[in-house]
């Protein structure tokens, strides 16, 4: 079983083309998969604004209604995490679609450029 340091010393005997290849393969992929991610997420915080008609920053300022049952609690809670999950992945995907170089290595991944 190869370790980090035996991953690190292989990667750093490569050519600079193919460093740049596989950083551009592996970032088009990770990104594909927060954006799966963002996706799911998305869809889970739209699903209880169409269930309770309001949005969770309209709950924080109003609060829970007084006649709110264990179920909207319980979905309270987990609509959190689906928004909070759901910022975190839209700040991320922000801060690399930031960067030029990635934006590009990533279309010329997906082209099957090499």
Do not use: C
């Not at 709110?68 to 609509?79: S, V």
């Not at 959190?80 to 590009?104: A, T, V």
């Amino acid at each position: 079983m190869e370790t980090n340091n035996d991953i690190e010393k292989l990667f750093n005997s490569l050519a600079s083309e193919e460093k740049t290849s596989i950083l551009t393969h592996g970032m088009a992929f990770y990104m594909s998969a927060i954006k799966k991610r963002l996706f799911l997420a998305q869809s889970k915080v739209h699903g209880f604004e169409e269930k309770y008609h309001t949005t969770i920053e309209k709950l924080e300022i109003n609060g829970l209604p007084d006649d709110a049952g264990f179920e909207m609690h319980e979905d309270y809670i987990m609509w959190h995490h689906w928004n909070d999950i759901s910022n975190r992945l839209e700040n991320r995907i922000k801060n690399y679609q930031g960067s030029e170089m990635i934006e590009l290595s990533i279309a010329e991944a997906l082209n099957g450029s090499d």
